[in-house]
T-cell receptor, first 117, second 111 residues
Framework: GAVVSQHPSWVICKSGTSVKIECRSL??????MFWYRQFPKQSLMLMAT?????????EQGVEKDKFLINHASLTLSTLTVTSAHPEDSSFYIC?????????????FGPGTRLTVL | RKEVEQDPGPFNVPEGATVAFNCTYS??????FFWYRQDCRKEPKLLMS???SGNEDGRFTAQLNRASQYISLLIRDSKLSDSATYLC????????????FGKGTHLIIQP
């Protein structure tokens, strides 16, 4: 149980285009979903936390107008990288949690590798 | 001081050896601790949670030292398949908060 899928697995796009990444919890309801980013040889960095039905909470330094997060249901969260630029090229990983005290286990999706030309 | 610090390695270890590495964290209010494993170009996968009393899972043993704010991972009888990057992960909150990852320790098991 606790499977999280992410689509697409990888995407190559031109500078200036927008890219949407989907994160789905397949066999459980995810009260909270997280979006991380990992640059080569760097640690995963939390970008934002999203709770179903409410606005996402962004970490310091992450532009909320550039990285649009929508958590419309208990099984789906999307991250849209708007007007992508080469510096946005990275490995984007989502995770999902059932939420609540004592349930902080996060289940990670397989990640999306974004390359912006 | 970084929130979660690890020696990046790489640690080159012969197959069958025992290897251990530590991780230090700066937030004394941290409540949950984990070791994750990440293979090249893959997502991190939970290896084990780290409890105050320490815990063991097969060849893997994790320990927590709250006074000194570090956690450790020991791998016995290492296998070639243990080659990976091991991430020290800390959750400062009590519930579903974002995790803080260390940069990872790269382990290479040599035949």
């Amino acid at each position: 149980g606790a499977v999280v899928s992410q689509h697409p697995s990888w995407v190559i796009c031109k500078s200036g285009t927008s890219v949407k990444i989907e994160c789905r919890s397949l066999d459980f309801q995810a009260t909270t979903m997280f979006w991380y980013r990992q640059f080569p040889k760097q640690s995963l960095m939390l970008m934002a936390t999203s709770n179903e039905g409410s606005k996402a909470t962004y970490e310091q330094g992450v532009e909320k107008d550039k990285f649009l997060i929508n958590h419309a249901s208990l099984t789906l969260s999307t991250l849209t990288v708007t007007s992508a630029h080469p510096e946005d090229s990275s490995f984007y990983i989502c995770s999902a949690s059932r939420g609540g005290p004592g349930t902080d286990t996060q289940y990670f999706g397989p990640g999306t590798r974004l390359t912006v030309l | 001081r970084k929130e979660v610090e690890q020696d990046p390695g790489p640690f080159n270890v012969p197959e069958g050896a025992t290897v251990a590495f530590n991780c230090t964290y700066s937030n004394s209010a941290s409540q949950s601790f984990f070791w994750y494993r990440q293979d090249c170009r893959k997502e991190p996968k939970l290896l084990m949670s780290v409890y105050s009393s320490g815990n063991e899972d097969g060849r893997f043993t994790a320990q927590l030292n709250r006074a000194s704010q570090y956690i450790s991972l020991l791998i016995r009888d290492s296998k070639l398949s243990d080659s990976a990057t091991y991430l020290c992960v800390v959750n400062a909150g009590g519930g579903a908060d974002g995790l803080t990852f260390g940069k990872g320790t790269h382990l290479i098991i040599q035949p």
